[in-house]
Antibody, heavy 123, light 112 residues
Framework: EVQLVESGGGLVQPGRSLRLSCAAS????????MHWVRQTPGKGLEWVSG????????GYADSVKGRFTISRDNAKNFLYLQMNSLRAEDTALYYC????????????????WGQGTLVTVSS | QSALTQPPSASGSPGQSVTISCTGT?????????VSWYQQHPGKAPKLMIY???QRPSGVPDRFSGSKSGNTASLTVSGLQAEDEADYYC????????????FGTGTKVTVL
């Protein structure tokens, strides 16, 4: 059974940093691209970042480019999202999601999702 | 990229059908065959119901079907059941390496 379990969320002040983790199990992790997608009540679902199976190609939404860094450890079956210079508008539930393909920008879909970890940016 | 447009709500009685629309542009829905639909129950993660416009993942009932015409995609749920009451989101590939996916605004389906 495919399982994705996010962790690392919490309350953080604007301008500070946070690192999200996603533990993957139940499938061959390095066969698939991975994504981070966030959800807010007001803006709905928003794709944040994705990377290919071997981290050879990485992409970011314009809203987080230059502030967020996605990475993966295929030996440990973990996906990460380093979030720097956090803003109030980054407040959201962050989901880790698996792509159906080895490449993140090959049309998708994101076929399995974790339960999410909540990030709240507030002073 | 702007969010895809969905109606805020839709409803139907048990056994009836409901169709949800998802409108984009020629840069997303109209330009690719990569339209997906997700079901989300309160407090739960999104679940993939349809991909590549009309393909159903293993385990998804054939009551769920998808289609596309021009810049608009549609999800139809036939033979509505109580457990189909949920939020539904469409998604489309939009090309490129950055922001390659755009999601819809979401539709709350109510089973009357």
């Amino acid at each position: 059974e495919v399982q994705l379990v996010e962790s690392g969320g919490g309350l953080v002040q604007p301008g500070r940093s946070l690192r999200l983790s996603c533990a993957a199990s139940g499938f061959t992790f390095d066969d698939y691209a991975m994504h981070w997608v966030r959800q807010t009540p007001g803006k709905g679902l928003e794709w944040v970042s994705g990377l290919t199976w071997n981290s050879g190609s990485i992409g970011y939404a314009d809203s987080v480019k230059g502030r967020f860094t996605i990475s993966r450890d295929n030996a440990k079956n973990f996906l990460y999202l380093q979030m720097n210079s956090l803003r109030a508008e980054d407040t959201a539930l962050y989901y880790c999601a698996r792509d159906k393909n080895p490449a993140y920008n090959y049309g998708g879909p994101q076929d399995y999702w974790g339960q999410g970890t909540l990030v709240t940016v507030s002073s | 990229q702007s969010a895809l447009t969905q109606p805020p709500s839709a409803s139907g009685s048990p056994g009836q059908s409901v169709t949800i629309s998802c409108t984009g542009t020629s840069s997303d829905i109209g330009g690719y065959k990569y339209v997906s639909w997700y079901q989300q129950h309160p407090g739960k993660a999104p679940k993939l119901m349809i991909y590549e416009v009309s393909q159903r993942p293993s385990g998804v009932p054939d009551r769920f079907s998808g289609s596309k015409s021009g810049n608009t995609a549609s999800l139809t749920v036939s033979g509505l059941q109580a457990e189909d009451e949920a939020d539904y989101y469409c998604s489309s590939y939009a090309g490129g390496n950055n922001s390659p996916y755009v999601f819809g605004t979401g539709t709350k389906v109510t089973v009357l």
